[in-house]
């Protein structure tokens, strides 16, 4: 039972874990993939192109980290016919653009093109005012960041639900003793009445086993009743045999000339009895233990076919169920 209970609760719990670090993660991801999305849209609202045909910024973009190299965030402008146009964190690298897409909808995935440093880039095509010139607007900034949220709450998910699985078996362990413990008692009873010599259990037992202390001091008062039938069947059955049994010993003592005819006549007499009693005894035996049944439709209509025959001249009137069953020998109805 235990085992069953852990195994329920492993695998709910890693289930319920599965989802609850998809969901969480995905949350994450998608809040740092929004920040570089409204970076990105700055980059756009900024962006102008110049008489020369190449993009600038009217205003500075707001976070230091662009001016900073290898500064773990970065853009860049790309645009067919032109030079990419990187931010200065980029240093001398510069970011390797998609352009298999012109559809003007931001783009976000995952890249490895620096390396030791895993990025997670955002970017946009994009046709800007005043020229015909198709553009790229990128910005990409590491993983690491991201990476080291999900790690910390992949970690702390592993450790609640490990202290929550420990404490659900530990919590299933203890209302299974606390459960069996009726079961117990009525255990430590039964011991008792028989330590005791008594035939029934009468020890104060709490209400969730009352009926089956009930249904096992019924079962004794049956295996006494059955019991008892058996002492009277053997007493019946010594008192039908003591007759031929007498009958035998003086035509035995006489010396009768009919000794042969009177021993196989009292035998055959002996035996009826002895057949008589078993069935009795193998009658009332299947009945108490509830394992005889009987179809009364079929023991009424073999009485029907005789009577039948006896008065010919009578209609007999046969209504009921079929299907009708009592607990009882068939010899017996």
Not at 70 to 95: A, C, K, M, V
Request: proline letters at 4%; charged letters at 25%.
């Amino acid at each position: 039972m235990m085992l069953i209970a852990a195994g329920w609760i492993t695998v709910l719990l890693l289930l319920g874990g599965l989802a609850l670090d998809r969901t969480l993660t995905g949350l994450v991801t998608r809040n740092f993939d929004d920040q570089m999305g409204y970076m990105l849209t700055a980059m756009i609202g900024s962006a102008e192109v110049g008489p020369d045909g190449e993009v600038f910024f009217n205003r500075p973009l707001g976070d230091q980290r662009f001016l900073e190299p290898n500064s773990g965030l970065y853009w860049q402008i790309s645009g067919t016919g032109h030079e990419d146009f990187p931010s200065r964190s980029l240093w001398d690298r510069s970011l390797q653009v998609r352009a298999d897409h012109f559809d003007m909808k931001p783009h976000t995935y995952d890249s490895d093109q620096f390396a030791g440093e895993p990025l997670r880039v955002i970017e946009r095509s994009i046709i800007l005012p005043g020229s015909d010139t198709k553009w790229w607007f990128s910005v990409a900034q590491s993983r690491v960041e991201l990476d080291n949220q999900i790690a910390k709450i992949r970690s702390i998910l592993a450790w609640s639900f490990l202290v929550l699985g420990l404490g659900l078996f530990l919590m299933a362990m203890a209302q299974t003793w606390y459960g069996l413990g009726p079961l117990r008692g009525v255990r430590r009873a039964i011991q008792h009445m028989r330590s005791a010599g008594t035939n029934r259990v009468t020890d104060p037992l709490p209400l969730e086993v009352q009926p089956l202390v009930e249904e096992l001091n019924a079962l004794l008062a049956h295996s006494e009743r059955q019991a008892e039938e058996a002492r009277t069947h053997a007493g019946n059955l010594a008192h039908a045999l003591k007759t031929p049994l007498t009958v035998v010993m003086n035509a035995a003592t006489a010396q009768a000339p009919d000794l042969a005819e009177t021993v196989i006549r009292e035998a055959a007499v002996m035996r009826r009895q002895v057949d008589h009693h078993l069935a009795r005894a193998r009658a009332v035996g299947r009945r108490g233990a509830g394992q005889a049944r009987a179809n009364v439709a079929e023991s009424v209509e073999a009485v029907l076919r005789a009577v039948t025959r006896l008065y010919e001249q009578t209609r007999f009137d046969l209504d009921g169920k079929r299907d009708a069953q009592v607990a009882i020998e068939r010899q017996d109805l």
